[in-house]
């Protein structure tokens, strides 16, 4: 059995990995992390990578793909959180990518705050397709 992780773990994780990371004078990564909880309860992280000619991702989608290739695709909690302003909310395109991985995912918890959650459903209540 995993052992349950809190929001405040949760948090603690993507915090660990913001840092900015220049690997060249085109790229950009890391002043977004986010880490994601399963239903299963296994924890997937991620950065973001902006590159000069806009073919980055965010951090959520980084995570989002690691949880891919374990198999998994019901996200339980997920938070982002940015070097410059703490835990911020994850973006439309994000939000969208969310709905779309699996049904149950409207029913992800996302952590927006310190002390406030709400659900995928309450911040894209009219996804681009049911």
């Known amino acids: 059995m995993l052992k349950s992780v809190t929001d405040e773990e949760l948090i603690a994780a993507a915090s660990a990995l913001v840092g900015l990371y220049q690997p060249s004078g085109n790229c950009v990564s890391g ?45 339980e909690t997920i938070v982002a959180v940015s070097a410059d302003a703490g835990i911020i909310a994850p973006c439309g395109r994000c939000r ?28 894209l209540p009219e996804p681009w397709q049911s």
């Open 31 to 75: 002043t977004v992390a986010s880490a994601l909880r399963t239903r299963s309860g296994r924890i997937y992280t991620g950065i973001c990578v902006d590159t000069a000619c806009s073919m980055g991702f965010c951090a959520e989608h980084a995570a989002v793909a690691e949880m891919l290739k374990a198999h998994e695709a019901e996200v």
């Open 96 to 123: 969208e990518l969310l709905w779309q991985v699996h049904p149950s995912n409207r029913a992800t918890r996302v952590i927006i705050s310190s002390d406030r959650t709400v659900t995928l459903a309450e911040l």
